[in-house]
């Protein structure tokens, strides 16, 4: 069960990066703490369906992709672990990078 909320927190942390939400934002969003999201995206804590139905409605994307992934799921741990690479700080400024690289597509 564990594995399941990892790579659903994994998911979750892609999806914000590339709205370019700050984990206070996407927080505020879903009505729970940043610290619970920091949780969540780490995979050390599991979710209501009501958390994950709001993570859902924030991020705009349906609650099958959070929770089995599509095609592209080794392709996003590449991405989660080198995004994991950044501090808060950078992350925030990557963030609007990619955006605006997804803007360009």
């Known amino acids: 069960m564990m594995a399941l909320y990892k790579e659903a927190g994994e998911r979750i ?15 505020e969003l879903a009505s729970i703490s940043p610290k ?14 009501i958390v994950l139905y709001n993570l859902c409605n924030a991020l705009k994307v349906n609650s099958d992709y959070i929770l089995t992934g599509t095609e592209k799921v080794e392709y996003d741990h590449k991405l989660v672990e080198i ?3 950044f501090n808060q700080s950078q992350t925030e400024r990557l ?3 990619l955006k605006q690289i997804y803007e360009l597509l």
């Open 36 to 49: 619970f999201l920091y949780e969540i995206e780490t995979g050390r804590k599991g979710f209501s369906a």
């Open 83 to 85: 995004l994991q690479l």
């Open 95 to 97: 963030s609007v990078i």
């Open 13 to 27: 942390l892609l999806a914000r990066v590339m709205r370019g939400y700050t984990r206070e934002c996407l927080a």
